[in-house]
């Protein structure tokens, strides 16, 4: 299926497109699209693991404001505008070498899934857990992680109904406001997330009020109009009600899993190990997203119910229930690196499937040489 986008968003059109068309005279022709959206999600892993080497439990910022070098923080805006950058120009450069493919589709899409969350969790480091006077509560994190990947949800759900992706507004915007973020972190240091800013909140407060806001006065109802008028203009893909709601069984039921979980822990899981039941949720929902984004590319059904739910289904039985006792954190390391390498598995075979069946490299631009 042909590859279509709709971007109306001013900041992208008026401000970052220009800037996006010199960068990408700077690019030679002989590299692979694919190889920069790599590149930019390889910088935005390193520099979350970079962050997490410094402040593994949320509290750097809070508690101990100088634990975390300020070139750390310096490096975070540079990485983030990087991985910006080489995301906005993979799919002009693929256009510039006429090497567009629906594995460059879903190898964009796809890491950006994952990349999604990754950028949030990145940014929870700046403001901090909440230690009495500062910060945000690891149940906001979780709230507002939920919040980003419903909105990332939507889109794709959108473009499943519709055939074409919208791309959201909020985008550019967090990208700008993430880069923002860390440097001013950098250059002024962790405090200025520790003083109120504005009649009595926290910087943070304002993100957490506009972010909310944003999702669910602008990009959720801006969905359901879209697909209401490829309703009305009988362009929609999906027969039945039935098929267009499908994509959304597996996200819905993961989220509220996810949820009891965070709720009924006999060990407050979440409190315990943020980091870890963060980047779990991040994972999870990014193979849920891939698998739909596959279904929407090749125009197959989605399976009902994605096999992750299964194992998790169990994980949070043992632990609510309290049978898994002080073994609970044990448990969540094992499965967060399970379903991460299951994860990866799974973006590896997809990957190499599509390569051969379009007989071309995913890093090179070189044909693949028929047998």
Same mark, same amino acid.
């Given at each position: 299926?042909?590859?279509?986008?709709?971007?109306?968003?001013?900041?992208?059109?008026?401000?970052?497109?220009?800037?996006?068309?010199?960068?990408?005279?700077?690019?030679?022709?002989?590299?692979?699209?694919?190889?920069?959206?790599?590149?930019?999600?390889?910088?935005?892993?390193?520099?979350?693991?970079?962050?997490?080497?410094?402040?593994?439990?949320?509290?750097?910022?809070?508690?101990?404001?100088?634990?975390?070098?300020?070139?750390?923080?310096?490096?975070?805006?540079?990485?983030?505008?990087?991985?910006?950058?080489?995301?906005?120009?993979?799919?002009?450069?693929?256009?510039?070498?006429?090497?567009?493919?629906?594995?460059?589709?879903?190898?964009?899409?796809? +890491?950006? $899934?994952?990349?999604?969350?990754?950028?949030? =969790?990145?940014?929870?480091? /700046?403001? &901090?857990?909440? %230690?009495?006077? !500062?910060?945000?509560?690891?149940?906001?994190?979780?709230?507002?992680?939920?919040?980003?990947?419903?909105?990332?949800?939507?889109?794709?759900?959108?473009?499943?109904?519709?055939?074409?992706?919208?791309?959201?507004?909020?985008?550019?915007?967090?990208?700008?406001?993430?880069?923002?973020?860390?440097?001013?972190?950098?250059?002024?240091?962790?405090?200025?997330?520790?003083?109120?800013?504005?009649?009595?909140?926290?910087?943070?407060?304002?993100?957490?009020?506009?972010?909310?806001?944003?999702?669910?006065?602008?990009?959720?109802?801006?969905?359901?109009?879209?697909?209401?008028?490829?309703?009305?203009?009988?362009?929609?893909?999906?027969?039945?009600?039935?098929?267009?709601?499908?994509? +959304?069984? $597996?996200?819905?039921?993961?989220?509220?899993? =996810?949820?009891?979980?965070? /709720?009924? &822990?006999?060990? %407050?899981?979440? !409190?315990?190990?943020?980091?870890?039941?963060?980047?779990?949720?991040?994972?999870?929902?990014?193979?849920?997203?891939?698998?739909?984004?596959?279904?929407?590319?090749?125009?197959?059904?989605?399976?009902?119910?994605?096999?992750?739910?299964?194992?998790?289904?169990?994980?949070?039985?043992?632990?609510?229930?309290?049978?898994?006792?002080?073994?609970?954190?044990?448990?969540?390391?094992?499965?967060?690196?399970?379903?991460?390498?299951?994860?990866?598995?799974?973006?590896?075979?997809?990957?190499?499937?599509?390569?051969?069946?379009?007989?071309?490299?995913?890093?090179?631009?070189?044909?693949?040489?028929?047998?």
């Amino acid at each position: 299926s042909q590859y279509s986008a709709v971007d109306t968003n001013p900041l992208s059109v008026y401000v970052m497109q220009p800037i996006w068309n010199k960068i990408i005279k700077v690019v030679p022709l002989w590299i692979a699209p694919n190889l920069l959206t790599f590149s930019g999600f390889v910088m935005i892993l390193v520099n979350y693991f970079l962050i997490s080497f410094y402040d593994w439990d949320y509290t750097a910022s809070g508690t101990s404001p100088g634990r975390v070098p300020t070139w750390v923080w310096l490096f975070s805006a540079f990485t983030t505008f990087c991985a910006y950058a080489l995301d906005s120009i993979d799919g002009k450069h693929a256009r510039r070498t006429q090497s567009s493919s629906p594995l460059g589709e879903l190898f964009d899409h796809g +890491l950006d $899934s994952w990349a999604t969350s990754i950028f949030v =969790l990145s940014f929870f480091s /700046v403001c &901090s857990r909440d %230690n009495g006077k !500062a910060g945000v509560s690891v149940y906001t994190m979780y709230m507002y992680l939920s919040i980003v990947l419903f909105n990332f949800m939507c889109s794709h759900w959108e473009k499943y109904n519709t055939g074409v992706l919208f791309l959201p507004w909020g985008y550019d915007l967090s990208q700008v406001v993430l880069i923002t973020a860390y440097l001013l972190t950098g250059v002024v240091g962790v405090e200025v997330w520790q003083k109120p800013f504005l009649l009595g909140y926290y910087i943070i407060d304002v993100l957490v009020i506009l972010l909310i806001g944003f999702s669910l006065l602008l990009s959720f109802p801006q969905t359901l109009y879209n697909i209401h008028r490829a309703h009305l203009k009988k362009t929609l893909k999906n027969g039945s009600l039935y098929e267009g709601l499908l994509p +959304l069984v $597996s996200p819905l039921l993961l989220f509220m899993l =996810l949820t009891v979980w965070v /709720v009924l &822990s006999p060990g %407050n899981i979440l !409190a315990k190990q943020p980091r870890l039941f963060l980047w779990m949720v991040g994972v999870t929902f990014s193979n849920v997203i891939c698998k739909v984004i596959v279904c929407q590319m090749s125009s197959t059904r989605p399976e009902l119910l994605h096999w992750f739910l299964f194992p998790l289904a169990l994980v949070v039985y043992t632990a609510i229930s309290g049978l898994l006792g002080w073994a609970e954190e044990a448990v969540l390391a094992v499965f967060t690196v399970l379903v991460t390498a299951a994860h990866v598995h799974y973006g590896v075979c997809v990957g190499r499937q599509l390569s051969e069946h379009f007989n071309i490299y995913i890093f090179s631009l070189k044909k693949r040489i028929q047998e």
